[in-house]
C-alpha cells in the first residue's frame, strides 16, 4: 500500500517569499501525484497533478510541482506567495493501474502575512 | 464544472442519535467517497463506493455504515452518534480512473454533544 509524507505540517510566510512544500510517496510502482488546496471556509480543490510526461506540472494560481521519481518526491512551489496562499495543502497520491483510491498526506498549513 | 453538494454545512446532534449525512454529485461519477478532516491527521477514508449498492470500507469505517442507491447519491450513517465522532466530513466524487482527481462537497461539520 502507498503512503504520503508532508514534512512541513505549519509554515508562515511574509508576502513575496519563495514556497517549498515537501510531499513524498512510497510506492514502487508508477504513480499518479495531486496537490489539492483549501482554502479558509471552502471546499477541497485540485491545484495541480501529474501523471505522465513533463515532470515539472504547472497548476492554479502560479504554482508548480516537480516529480523527482528518484527521489520519490512531488515538491510544491511558488516563486512568491500572496497572502491568499493561505490555506491548507494536501499531496495526494494514487496507483496508475491499480487503486483509484488516493492516499493523502496529513497536509500543511501555510499562512502568509501581509 | 463538477457540483458535489452535501445537504448540510453543519450539524449538531446529541449521543446516541442517528445520523443521516447526505451527498449527491452532478457529473455522474462512479467512485464516491466519505472522508474524515481532523487537525493534523488529514484525510482519513471513511468507505467508499464505485457503483450503485457497492460498498467498500476505508480506513476508519468503525461506527458508521453507507448507502448508494442511486449513483448520484452517497449517504454516510452515524449508527449511533459518539462525542469522537465529532469532526469535518468531506465527499467527494471521481471517475473510475486513477489520474481522475477527487471533486470534494464543502463538509460538513457535525458536533455530537
Known amino acids: 500500500a502507498q503512503s504520503v509524507s508532508q514534512h512541513n505540517h505549519h509554515v508562515i510566510l511574509s508576502e513575496a517569499a519563495s514556497l517549498e512544500l515537501g510531499c513524498n510517496y512510497s510506492?514502487?510502482?508508477?504513480?499518479?501525484l495531486f496537490w489539492y488546496v483549501q482554502y479558509p471556509g471552502q471546499h477541497l480543490q485540485l491545484l495541480l497533478k501529474?501523471?505522465?510526461?513533463?515532470?515539472l506540472v504547472k497548476g492554479i494560481k502560479g504554482f508548480e510541482a516537480e516529480f523527482i521519481k528518484s527521489k520519490f518526491s512531488f515538491n510544491l512551489r511558488k516563486p512568491s506567495v500572496q497572502w491568499s496562499d493561505t490555506a491548507e495543502y494536501f499531496c495526494?497520491?494514487?496507483?496508475?493501474?491499480?487503486?483509484?483510491?488516493?492516499?493523502f498526506g496529513r497536509g500543511t498549513s501555510l499562512i502568509v502575512h501581509p | 464544472d463538477v457540483k458535489v453538494t452535501q445537504s448540510s454545512r453543519y450539524l449538531v446532534k446529541r449521543t446516541g442519535e442517528k445520523v443521516f449525512l447526505e451527498c449527491v454529485q452532478d457529473?455522474?461519477?462512479?467512485?464516491m467517497f466519505w472522508y474524515r478532516q481532523d487537525p493534523g491527521l488529514g484525510l482519513r477514508l471513511i468507505y467508499f463506493?464505485?457503483?450503485?449498492?457497492?460498498?467498500e470500507k476505508g480506513d476508519i469505517p468503525e461506527g458508521y455504515s453507507v448507502s448508494r442507491e442511486k449513483k448520484e447519491r452517497f449517504s454516510l450513517i452515524l449508527e449511533s452518534a459518539s462525542t469522537n465522532q465529532t469532526s469535518m466530513y468531506l465527499c467527494?466524487?471521481?471517475?473510475?480512473?486513477?489520474?481522475?482527481?477527487?471533486?470534494f462537497g464543502n463538509g460538513t461539520r457535525l458536533t455530537v454533544t
Open positions: 495526494a497520491v494514487t496507483a496508475s493501474g491499480g487503486s483509484y483510491i488516493p492516499t
Open positions: 463506493s464505485y457503483d450503485v449498492k457497492m460498498k
Open positions: 467527494a466524487s471521481s471517475t473510475t480512473a486513477a489520474s481522475s482527481p477527487l471533486h
Open positions: 510506492y514502487g510502482g508508477t504513480v499518479n
Open positions: 501529474y501523471f505522465s510526461g513533463d515532470p
Open positions: 457529473m455522474d461519477h462512479e467512485n
